[in-house]
């Protein structure tokens, strides 16, 4: 089996790369654009693989990604290349719309024309928005978005979707809930604060903390890709959720106390534009298909990764480049510090 993955340098595509090439037979090309989320030492571990080759170029390039499914002719397509976050989605939306929504059209039509075996799109739990508790979103549950990020990624689920029905094209759906784990870009939440806690600077919460997030670790949903590629039904979506719903100042104080650093690091500064409060998934159906479930504890996962950003120090200083501290200057230059009493 010749598995085409899109975005293999990123975090999650890295680790469902190194799952690949460890612990199964498949063949892979990355088709990867190395955007400033992309790095290839995320990929030290299996480049000298003759499994495995990566091919520099964009998801939005018709010729490029028609030429690479005729050359290679690969047998299925796993397609994690996106620009992934909401913050910069909403300082600059138009990048997210043209990676997310045109990338995965071009992917789609030249797989169609391609005769491609299997195309599992993945996706979020953002399209379905913010849910009030109890509630438990399932794959019929309504799409109700809200950054362009997850509306970007809503619009790419319906044209996967559209594949499936329109020209019977074997498309999947994963929706996964949010990953923590080694190699994430130190913009998201965990990686964020894990990176500033070490270095003993504020810790900034957006708004009074409280939104609700399931946290998944990454190898666990790089298994349920898995699940999904090899056993799942075309046509059909598959929640992953890590069964692990936390208030972020929760997650916040967990970090400073796995890493010895005192509460008062913790800034709440300006909330995030249209933030969602809270998210949660159903995974029953991709339980009871495949008998995948998440199998990281939060606190052995959350020690696991800390563990990791301290023994990758070099790692974070590459990443944390020029083009991260003017991204960091903008996203949280402006924002205010909000005094404890109004939070
Ligand atoms: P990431 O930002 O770490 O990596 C994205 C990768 O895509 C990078 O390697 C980047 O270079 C590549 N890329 C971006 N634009 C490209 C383009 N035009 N052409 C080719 N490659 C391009 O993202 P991630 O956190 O690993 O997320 C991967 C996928 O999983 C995304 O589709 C995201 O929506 C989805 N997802 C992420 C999470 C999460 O918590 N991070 C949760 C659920 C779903
Ligand atoms: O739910 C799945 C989604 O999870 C994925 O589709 C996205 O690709 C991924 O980026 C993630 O989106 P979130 O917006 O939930 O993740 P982020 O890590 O940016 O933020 C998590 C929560 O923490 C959210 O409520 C915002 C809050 N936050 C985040 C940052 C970066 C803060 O309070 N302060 C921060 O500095």
Redesign the pocket.
């Known amino acids: 089996m010749k598995v085409l993955v899109t975005g293999g340098a990123g975090f999650i595509g890295s680790a469902f790369v190194r799952l690949l090439i460890g612990e199964t037979s498949y063949r892979v090309v990355n088709l990867d654009k190395l955007t400033y989320a992309g790095n290839l030492e995320n990929l030290r571990s299996v480049e000298s693989s003759d499994r495995y080759r990566i091919v520099e170029g964009d998801i939005c390039d018709w010729h490029l990604v028609e030429s690479l499914l005729a050359r290679e002719k690969p047998d299925a397509i796993v397609h994690f290349a996106a620009e992934?976050?909401?913050?910069r989605s909403i300082l600059s939306p138009e990048p997210v719309i043209r990676t997310n929504v045109f990338g995965t059209f071009t992917l789609l039509e030249a797989a169609r024309r391609a005769g491609i075996g299997r195309f599992v799109h993945v996706s979020?739990?953002?399209v379905y928005g913010s849910l009030e508790p109890p509630q438990q979103a399932t794959e019929e549950y309504p799409l109700n978005t809200s950054s362009p990020?997850s509306a970007s990624?809503g619009g790419s689920d319906l044209l996967a979707r559209s594949y499936f029905v329109t020209y019977q094209m074997p498309v999947m759906i994963t929706r996964?809930?949010?990953?923590y784990g080694p190699f994430q870009f130190p913009?998201?939440?965990?990686p964020?604060m894990i990176s500033n806690a070490l270095e003993n600077r504020p810790l900034?919460?957006?708004g009074d903390?409280m939104?609700v997030?399931d946290w998944l670790y990454v190898d666990d949903h790089c298994r349920g890709v898995l699940a999904v590629l090899n056993q799942g039904r075309a046509g059909e979506i598959y929640n992953l959720g890590g069964n692990r719903s936390l208030p972020?100042i929760e997650v916040v104080r967990k970090i400073l106390a796995l890493t010895g650093r005192p509460e008062d690091l913790i800034q709440h500064v300006t909330d995030?534009p249209g933030?969602d409060r809270r998210?949660s998934l159903s995974s029953q159906k991709l339980m009871s298909e495949t008998g995948w479930r998440p199998e990281t504890e939060f606190e052995t996962g959350l020690r696991r990764t800390i563990e990791w950003y301290r023994a990758n120090a070099a790692w974070v200083a590459h990443v944390r480049s020029g083009e991260y501290r003017a991204y960091y200057e903008r996203n949280y230059g402006g924002r205010a510090t909000l005094r404890q009493e109004s939070v």
């Open positions: 992934s976050h909401v913050d979020t739990d953002e990020y990624k996964a809930s949010n990953n913009e998201k939440l965990i964020l900034p919460v957006y903390g939104q997030r972020n995030r933030h998210y």
